[in-house]
């Protein structure tokens, strides 16, 4: 009887120490992950910030938060120290970091579109979902590239083929217009203040782009913004390094398989 109570009390012990290991060793593997993805803290924008606010006010609008050191920009600030007199170049989203880059000298950001439009081209605004705008992360100064999809007609002799072409490439953005965004004010909670969070929202609303191109790429564009049934534009992020591989030309159903 005695053993048996000995052995019952020995399962216990073991269990129990068993549990503790499996735990911490758990907590430890937790600990590890973290330490491998080599945390940055920086400044992300926590509220829509429009361009011209002056970096005295970011405070109220940006938050510190931890990213792993791979997601993180090299350009990224970590604070707001040594920026007194700055202003934002451009209209910042929620999510986004802030970066060096987008913070200027007030007598830099011009009123009237943001920047200068290259001589022999011409300016050409159209109206898009942000989805189709890289998520609405598009400002001036960026280049793009202009996709055209035609339900029909695109090909001669193949009229019924719907087609995607991208018929300008790196396209300068010289103007970003979209609807004011309002942000919730964070409650605070019973235990004192709410601490901030990133706005993960999706953007919402339609956004007006103004591009500087040449009058045949003009007039691509007209065309594809005006007969919208038949007729669709989407935009890639195409900086002026990006690879141009001489492809796809036009692209149909059969082509996207190869």
């Known amino acids: 009887m005695k053993s048996r109570l000995l052995a019952g009390l ?4 073991l269990a129990i120490v068993g549990a503790i290991l ?3 060793y758990a907590q430890g593997a937790d600990s590890r992950a973290v330490k491998d993805l080599e945390p940055v803290t920086v400044m992300v924008v926590q509220k829509a910030i429009p361009a ?4 005295a006010t970011l405070a109220a609008f940006v938050t510190s938060q931890e990213l792993p ?6 350009t990224a600030l970590k604070n707001l120290e040594g920026l007194a007199g700055k202003v934002t170049a451009v209209d ?6 802030l970066v060096a ?4 000298e007030p007598a830099a950001l011009k009123t009237s579109g943001t920047v200068d439009i290259p001589k022999g081209l011409q300016e050409v605004s159209f109206q898009l979902e942000p989805q189709r705008v890289v998520g609405g992360r598009i400002a001036a100064g960026d280049h793009v590239g202009v996709f055209i999809n035609l339900k029909s007609g695109g090909i001669e002799g193949k009229s019924e083929k719907e087609t995607t072409q991208l018929s300008v490439h790196k396209a300068l953005v010289t103007a970003v217009q979209r609807a004011p965004v309002t942000t919730p004010t964070p409650q605070p909670s019973p235990s004192g203040p709410a601490a901030p969070t990133a706005d993960t929202s999706l953007p919402v609303g339609s956004m007006i782009v103004t591009v500087a191109v040449n009058d045949v790429e003009a007039t691509k564009i007209v065309y594809a913004s005006n007969f919208s049934e038949g007729a669709s534009i989407w935009l890639s992020r195409e900086p002026l390094d990006a690879t141009d591989s001489g ?3 036009i692209m149909t159903k059969p082509e996207v398989y190869k």
């Open 10 to 13: 020995a399962a216990v012990v």
């Open 22 to 24: 499996v735990v911490s």
């Open 52 to 55: 011209g606010t002056p970096v």
């Open 69 to 74: 050191g791979k997601a993180v920009s090299k």
């Open 92 to 97: 910042l989203l929620p999510g986004e970091q």
């Open 101 to 104: 880059e987008r913070l200027i």
């Open 247 to 249: 492809r796809p030309g």
